[in-house]
T-cell receptor, first 114, second 111 residues
Framework: DGGITQSPKYLFRKEGQNVTLSCEQN?????MYWYRQDPGQGLRLIYY???????QKGDIAEGYSVSREKKESFPLTVTSAQKNPTAFYLCASTLGRQGWDGYTFGSGTRLTVV | EDQVTQSPEALRLQEGESSSLNCSYT??????LFWYRQDPGKGPEFLFT???AGEEKEKERLKATLTKKESFLHITAPKPEDSATYLC????????????FGQGTTLQVKP
């Protein structure tokens, strides 16, 4: 079955440590997105990529980095510069680059700072 | 600024008690309004896309409607398995690929 796979499901980060969240899709979708979800808040866009080797900052990109070396992969690195990284992270993709066909989401990664 | 507000934040219903969830939005040039269902600890699951005022879509006990300022998700005779958080999101003509999400409505249906 086609879909989006996020790993790991749970991730613990120590202070000052960089961690990378994996997102892989086998839907042949062009565009991929990373959102952050906090309790009581709407999903907020971190980064998105419409084509390979190109990506744009979203609303809350500070402290995060991404790469898009392959169409099916869009990993997110949470750096030590992100002061409050504890959250639920969601990866999504859309068939078209404009994203007008709606998102398919992965199952999420819960990141906790210890 | 594009904005989405959902109400109520939480809703408790008895099984079989119909109700509606509201999604009010402000967006420049609506391209689409989306409804998702999210279970605890999981990613959102797509329900509906609405594109223009007056449009309606149905799926089992759910019916989504759209006006120029808001959308409603009507739940008819809900069952406990309908318990989840329902998310509304909009995409405007100026926001390539970006969805603006509301904070969600958490629905609990008691047997």
């Amino acid at each position: 079955d086609g879909g989006i796979t996020q790993s790991p499901k749970y991730l613990f980060r120590k202070e000052g440590q960089n961690v990378t969240l994996s997102c892989e899709q086998n839907l042949n979708h062009d565009a991929m997105y990373w959102y952050r979800q906090d309790p009581g808040q709407g999903l907020r866009l971190i980064y998105y990529s419409q084509i390979v080797n190109d990506f744009q900052k979203g609303d809350i990109a500070e402290g995060y980095s991404v790469s898009r070396e392959k169409k099916e992969s869009f990993p997110l690195t949470v750096t030590s510069a992100q002061k409050n990284p504890t959250a639920f992270y969601l990866c999504a993709s859309t068939l078209g680059r404009q994203g007008w066909d709606g998102y398919t989401f992965g199952s999420g990664t819960r990141l906790t700072v210890v | 600024e594009d904005q989405v507000t959902q109400s109520p934040e939480a809703l408790r219903l008895q099984e079989g008690e119909s109700s509606s969830l509201n999604c009010s939005y402000t967006v420049s040039g609506l391209r689409g309004l989306f409804w998702y269902r999210q279970d605890p600890g999981k990613g959102p699951e797509f329900l509906f896309t609405l594109y223009s005022a007056g449009e309606e879509k149905e799926k089992e006990r759910l019916k989504a409607t759209l006006t120029k300022k808001e959308s409603f998700l009507h739940i008819t005779a809900p069952k406990p398995e309908d318990s989840a958080t329902y998310l509304c999101a909009v995409q405007g003509s100026s926001n390539t690929g970006k969805l603006i999400f509301g904070q969600g409505t958490t629905l609990q249906v008691k047997p």
